[in-house]
């Protein structure tokens, strides 16, 4: 009796069944769509992202296409806004509508440009500004604006799997033996991650920007990198004064040098340097820095490190070239010391550290492709 009660039930359930694998779910039939604009100009290559609010929490993020088209599949509520970000132009907030045309959120986002705020007066008017006073000065604000939003389109871009890279990195070393000099070609690849990157801020309030090598690690010093992310930090701009200065003619007359140094004598090994920056379309083009507050027997300048930055047709911003420069010193106990005559009689000369040559790691992306998926 009960198996025919089943049997009976079955040719309803099935049918059940296929009218709900029919139907669209919300998760499927619902998502955002959209058009980033400056005028009316698409914009490819903006970083736009869907967070919540109040918490401003990232909840998924899309690239702008040629067209300046883009597509999420996450469901949209009225709770979540849009923020598009784009090198050369100002950061925009886009309120998220209800769902609309057939199940898709339509949202247009309009860019504006980011004018040019570093005129020769106001260059030449601002002064250095330290620690807490980094924020005060509109100037100095309204730069580091532009580097909040070129680190984070390039860091998007970087993780994208579907870009591949060609890039190539020269080994130079000189030291007492000679000069020695090689250049390994890498295949296509995904980078995925900045080719200089910071340390965490814990190791560098620890440390500084370099430590002494201890046992396996051999003989000399590791020195710790410069990136966008850690200029950013309140922790960096706590211990370091800003200013700007016009950027020397073979720069462009478009550009302007924000420079940075830390406050006072540091107790550790610190860094110094400048970010090229362009007055008409606001795109940092270089990233230098040296190392300072080093042991007396460094010479000055034998530490650091440079970026570049590039921009294909399509949009996409990236690292293009970069080097770092590290000294080599020697091994006193490895050495014999020399006899010397004092008071008429021979006595060991005192073993003493010394730079002996300079280690160059130098890369340089040599293609950029887009992998469709």
């Not at 998924?60 to 949209?76: E, I, L, M, N, Q």
């Not at 959120?105 to 040019?116: D, E, F, G, I």
């Not at 591949?164 to 980078?191: C, K, L, Q, W």
């Not at 000399?220 to 020397?248: E, I, K, M, N």
Request: a positive charge.
């Amino acid at each position: 009796m009960r198996n025919n009660r089943t049997a009976a039930r079955t040719p309803q359930l099935l049918a059940t069944l296929l009218m709900m694998a029919s139907l669209p779910t919300v998760a499927h039939s619902q998502g955002l769509r959209g058009i980033v604009l400056s005028g009316d100009t698409p914009v490819s290559g903006a970083v736009v992202e869907l967070i919540r609010s109040p918490d401003s929490v990232v909840v998924a993020h899309v690239f702008s296409r040629g067209d300046g088209s883009f597509r999420f599949s996450a469901t949209p509520t009225t709770a979540m806004w849009l923020r598009t970000r784009a090198i050369g132009f100002r950061p925009v907030l886009t309120p998220v509508g209800s769902p609309v045309d057939g199940g898709f959120a339509t949202v247009t986002v309009r860019l504006v440009a980011a004018p040019p705020i570093l005129a020769d007066v106001e260059v030449s008017a601002a002064g250095k500004a330290c620690g807490r006073e980094v924020g005060s000065q509109q100037l100095l604000a309204e730069l580091f604006d532009l580097v909040r939003t070129t680190d984070a389109v390039i860091s998007r871009h970087l993780a994208r799997p579907d870009l591949r890279f060609t890039s190539e990195v020269r080994f130079v070393s000189n030291s007492p033996g000679g000069i020695s000099d090689s250049t390994v070609a890498y295949p296509e690849h995904a980078m995925l991650e900045w080719p200089v990157r910071a340390p965490p801020l814990e190791l560098l309030g620890k440390e500084g920007f370099s430590r002494s090598k201890v046992g396996a690690e051999g003989v000399g010093r590791w020195f710790y990198g410069v990136d966008l992310q850690l200029l950013q930090s309140d922790w960096f701009a706590a211990g370091h004064c800003f200013w700007v200065t016009a950027a020397p003619e073979s720069e462009g007359a478009d550009a302007v040098l924000l420079h940075f140094e830390p406050t006072g004598k540091p107790k550790q090994v610190d860094v110094e340097g400048s970010l090229l920056v362009g007055t008409t379309d606001g795109a940092i083009r270089r990233l230098k820095y040296q190392h300072v507050n080093l042991p007396s027997w460094f010479p000055e300048g034998s530490s650091g490190g440079e970026l570049t930055f590039a921009r294909d047709t399509s949009g996409i911003w990236y690292p293009s070239t970069w080097w770092l420069r590290s000294p080599v010193e020697n091994d006193p106990a490895a050495v014999l010391s020399r006899p010397s005559l004092v008071g008429g009689v021979m006595a060991p000369r005192p073993r003493r550290r010394a730079v002996i040559g300079v280690a160059v790691v130098a890369g340089r992306v040599t293609g950029l492709r887009r992998v469709e998926r």
